[in-house]
C-alpha cells in the first residue's frame, strides 16, 4: 500500500511538472483577414481550421486592404466555419481539442469598412479594434500572435486605443505580449505600427511590391521547389473533392496559393518550428532581425499608382534572409529568402492532405505523422574535434508505418559558418556520429531530424538539436 501511495504521489509530480509545459506550448492565435479580396483568404483558412486543435484561436476579424478599401466580409468567415462544423467531430477522432463552430463564430469580428489610417484614430472604434483590445486586456501573460492577411489598421487602432487610455507602463506591458506576423504591407497601418510602436515583434517583407517577400515561397513555382504538390491537379485531388464539406469550400487558385498562410505556419506544433526565434527557420520561413534596406514599392511589375510612397524603416524588424540548400527534388543547390519556406513544400503540402482526410475518415483508415524522439538532450555542449552521437531512439509512428531517417545541419540558423563532418544530408540512420569542428570561440550548430512515415500521404515530424561547440 506505501509502495502504491508512493507511485501515485511521484505520478501526480510528474504530472504537475509536466503540466505547465504543455500549457506553454499553446499558442493564443488571432487571424485578420481581408477575405474576399482574393480567394487565397478562403484557402489559407481552410488550412488553418485543420490545425486549429493546436492553439488558443482569439479572434477572426474580418478587414479591409489595398485590394478591398470599403468592404469587410465577416459573413464569408462563418461560411467557412460551418462547413468546420460539420467535420468537426471527425476532426476530434484523430486529435483532441478541436474547438466547436460556436467557440469559433462568437471570435469572428469585423473592422470598419475602410482604407488604412482611414481607420485609425479618435472616433474609428470597431467591433473588430475593440474585440483585439479586450483579448489584449486579457490576465494571460502568453503572447498572442496576431497573423494579417490584409490590412491591419483594426491591429492599429487598438493600439491607438491603448496607449490613448492607459499609463505608459501599463501599455508597455500589453505592447510586450504581440507578435505580428503581416503578409507584406496592404496598407498604410502597417507602417505606423512600426514606427509608432517600435519595441513590437514584427515579422514583414515592407512595402506592397511583392516581388521581394518571403512568403511567396509558399507556392511559387520556382526551381528547385516541390512543383507538384501545389498544382490545381493535386489540390482537386488531395483537398477539394471527395473530403467532406471543409475540402470542398477551398476555392480554386485564381492569384496564387494561400500567400497568407505562411503567417501561421510556423507555428505549428511539428518539432522543427520555434516561433519566438524566426532566425531557427520554419514551416513558414526565416528570418532575421535588421533594418532593412530601403525599397521603394512604386518600381518594378508591382508599381501601383495609389500605393503611397514607402519610406525607410526606422528600426530592426523581423525580415527577409537567405537559406543555402540542396534541393531534395533535383539535388541542385539553391540560396534565396523564397528557399527558406519552399524547402518543406511537401511535408506540410502532405500534413494538409493528411487532416483534410481526417474530416471524413476514421482513425485506422488515415495517417498521421510520426513521434519523433531524441535519446539525449535537444541542446548540449562539445569541445572542438570531439565525437558526438545524434540518436533518434525511441522515435515511433502511431499508425505502425515504418520510418525513414534525415539529418541535416541547418546553417543558416546557427552561429557557426562552416559545414559539419557530413554533407548535405545523412539518410536511413537513426544513430549518426557526428566530429565537432575546431572553433576559436563558442559556436552553436543546429541539427535536424526529419522522420517520414510511408503511409498515404507520407508525413513528417521534426526535431532540432542545438549543439555548443566550445574551443579546448
Known amino acids: 500500500m506505501k509502495l502504491l501511495a508512493t507511485l501515485f504521489t511521484f505520478a501526480l509530480s510528474l504530472y504537475a511538472q509536466m503540466l505547465p509545459a504543455q500549457q506553454a506550448q499553446r499558442l493564443r492565435v488571432m487571424i485578420l ?85 482611414a481607420g485609425v484614430g479618435e472616433g474609428k472604434d470597431s467591433q473588430g479594434s475593440d474585440w483585439v483590445v479586450q483579448v489584449l486586456n486579457k490576465s494571460d501573460d502568453r503572447p498572442v500572435w496576431i497573423c494579417v492577411w490584409g490590412g491591419p489598421n483594426v491591429l492599429a487602432q487598438a493600439l491607438w486605443k491603448i496607449r490613448a487610455t492607459k499609463s505608459a507602463a501599463e501599455a508597455e506591458k500589453i505592447y510586450r505580449k504581440i507578435r505580428i506576423y503581416t503578409i507584406s504591407d496592404q496598407d498604410d497601418s502597417g507602417p505606423w505600427i512600426r514606427k509608432n510602436f517600435p519595441g513590437i515583434f514584427y515579422i514583414v517583407t515592407p512595402g506592397y511590391n511583392y516581388v521581394n517577400a518571403t512568403w511567396l515561397g509558399i507556392a511559387m513555382p520556382v526551381p528547385g521547389s516541390n512543383q507538384e504538390v501545389t498544382s490545381n491537379d493535386w489540390l482537386a485531388k488531395n483537398i ?40 531557427y527557420g520554419g514551416w513558414g520561413g ?28 526606422t528600426r530592426a524588424i523581423w ?34 492532405a493528411a487532416r483534410i482526410a481526417w474530416c471524413t475518415k476514421a482513425y485506422h483508415e488515415a495517417n498521421h505523422a510520426p513521434v519523433a524522439a531524441l535519446a539525449h538532450p535537444a541542446s548540449f555542449s562539445v569541445k572542438s574535434g570531439e565525437q558526438f552521437h545524434l540518436n533518434a531512439d525511441g522515435t515511433y509512428d502511431p499508425d505502425g508505418d515504418s520510418m525513414s531517417y534525415l539529418w541535416f545541419q541547418y546553417r543558416e540558423a546557427g552561429t557557426y559558418p562552416g559545414i559539419v563532418s557530413f554533407s548535405p544530408y545523412a539518410s536511413n540512420l537513426y544513430d549518426l556520429l557526428v566530429t565537432a569542428p575546431k572553433v576559436e570561440k563558442p559556436q552553436t550548430i543546429h541539427f535536424i531530424l526529419q522522420v517520414k512515415d510511408k503511409g498515404t500521404p507520407a508525413l513528417v515530424s521534426y526535431k532540432r538539436v542545438i549543439v555548443t561547440v566550445l574551443p579546448k
Open 240 to 279: 477539394q473533392q471527395g473530403h467532406g464539406p471543409l475540402g470542398a469550400v477551398y476555392p480554386d487558385v485564381a492569384y496564387g496559393m494561400e500567400g497568407d498562410t505562411p503567417t501561421f505556419m510556423n507555428l505549428v506544433n511539428n518539432g522543427l518550428n520555434d516561433p519566438e526565434h524566426p532566425n
Open 33 to 117: 483577414t481581408d477575405i474576399e479580396a482574393d480567394p487565397d483568404d478562403t484557402q489559407s483558412l481552410v488550412r488553418f481550421l485543420t490545425y486549429a486543435n493546436q492553439w488558443d484561436i482569439e479572434g477572426l476579424v474580418a478587414t479591409t486592404s489595398i485590394h478591398q478599401k470599403t468592404r469587410v466580409a465577416p459573413e464569408s468567415i462563418d461560411k467557412v466555419l460551418r462547413a468546420y462544423s460539420k467535420v468537426q467531430p471527425n476532426l476530434l477522432l484523430h486529435e483532441k481539442g478541436y474547438p466547436s463552430y460556436e467557440q469559433l463564430r462568437d471570435k469572428v469580428k469585423k473592422g470598419l469598412p475602410v482604407y488604412g489610417m
Open 286 to 313: 526565416r528570418y532575421e532581425f535588421y533594418l532593412p534596406e530601403f525599397r521603394d514599392s512604386n518600381t518594378g511589375m508591382f508599381k501601383r499608382d495609389h500605393w503611397p510612397s514607402d519610406e525607410p524603416e
Open 319 to 352: 525580415t527577409n534572409a537567405n537559406d543555402s540548400l540542396v534541393s531534395l527534388v533535383d539535388n541542385k543547390s539553391y540560396v534565396s529568402n523564397l528557399a527558406t519556406i519552399w524547402r518543406w513544400r511537401e511535408a506540410y503540402q502532405n500534413d494538409f
